[in-house]
């Protein structure tokens, strides 16, 4: 084998993905919640069962999304939290808007008083 050709290996290599890592352990651990919710669901009386709550500390939300609820948990700037649950599936997303109002608050600080 030559240089050339060691070098591209390398190359490749460091380019392409590798198994395991922590992506590896994020997706087993989200695999590993959404079942735990799904078992929890399904283990409540049929007419008991919400397809929204907690695993332990993490939240998880089944139901089919609505502009209400994606409003309330991504675009909330008068929002009080940075995170919300997600709109659906497990886990905790951005809330957008409240990001935005920080930086225009944060911007709108510093701009000097024009007299």
């Known amino acids: 084998m030559s240089g ?3 070098g591209r290996e390398h190359a490749a ?6 198994k395991g890592g922590l992506g590896a352990l994020i997706r087993l651990v989200t695999i590993g919640l959404v ?5 929890k669901e399904l ?3 049929p007419d008991e069962r919400t397809w929204h709550g907690t695993v332990g500390f993490v939240p998880y939300e089944f139901r089919v999304p609505t502009v ?4 309330e948990r991504v675009w909330d700037p008068e ?3 940075l995170v919300s649950p997600h709109v659906f599936g497990v886990g905790w997303t ?3 808007g409240r990001v935005v109002a920080l930086v225009r608050e944060r911007f709108a600080d510093e701009e000097p008083d024009v007299a």
Do not use: P, S, W, Y
């Open 4 to 6: 050339k050709q060691g």
């Open 13 to 18: 290599h460091k380019g392409g993905k590798r």
């Open 35 to 39: 079942i735990a919710a799904v078992t």
């Open 43 to 45: 283990q409540k009386d």
């Open 68 to 71: 209400e609820r994606f409003r």
């Open 79 to 81: 929002g009080e939290h």
């Open 94 to 96: 951005l809330n957008l």
